[in-house]
């Protein structure tokens, strides 16, 4: 196992610096169950804009060395407006005031170190320095029966459950992208889970 040296938010012209890298990171981590996700640097770049855009975003990196070897995105819900509307329509939440915590992505040789708490400590630390009082991610849904499902997979529930987060009953957003052996872009559910910060 290799190790991971340091894990520190990143923000302004540093968030900036660090936004290519992220990109490849999502593009290798993604590529696993359970997103089979088959990307390219230009979507990236223009996916990973938002957090450019936004002054209140913010990038966790997990690093050996000088390398990124991982990182955790998030940003204010209302950021992501378009995206989440219709997920969010009818939900009795100030959507304002909750914090959306993106993807997290680390390679595999890093795993097992407490990366994927500290992504979510410095998060939420972020935050609720901003003052928003909720923090939601979602998190794909594949078939039990899939064909790619590795057999040693573990879902990541009780980890999120341990951290105080729920799943948000019917608020589930539609996301398309191309799997891994695909032609074409398909639409995938994505649940959303959410945490009171102040709890």
């Not at 938010?9 to 696993?32: N, Q, Y």
């Not at 529930?157 to 105080?164: I, M, T, V």
């Amino acid at each position: 196992m290799a190790e991971v040296t340091a894990v520190r938010p990143l923000t302004g012209m540093a968030l900036e610096a660090a936004l290519d890298d992220v990109a490849r990171l999502r593009i290798e981590v993604f590529r696993a169950w359970p997103y089979l996700y088959d990307g390219d640097l230009d979507y990236e770049r223009k996916y990973l804009q938002s957090y450019r855009d936004s002054d209140k975003s913010i990038v966790v990196g997990a690093f050996d060395g000088n390398r990124l070897i991982g990182a955790s995105t998030g940003a204010p819900l209302i950021d992501h407006s378009d995206d989440f509307a219709a997920a969010f329509e009818g939900a009795d939440l100030d959507l304002p005031q909750v914090f959306y915590c993106a993807e997290s992505v680390l390679l595999p040789d890093y795993r097992g170190q407490g990366v994927g708490h500290k992504f979510f400590d410095l998060r939420e630390a972020h935050a609720r320095e901003l003052g928003f009082k909720k923090c939601a991610f979602c998190a794909v849904q594949r078939p039990a029966d899939h064909p790619m499902r590795p057999e040693n997979y573990r879902l990541l529930d009780a980890f999120w459950r341990a951290r105080g987060y729920e799943p948000l009953p019917g608020v589930v957003a539609q996301f398309s992208w191309k799997d891994i052996g695909e032609e074409a872009e398909t639409k995938k559910p994505l649940q959303f889970w959410i945490r009171d910060l102040n709890a």
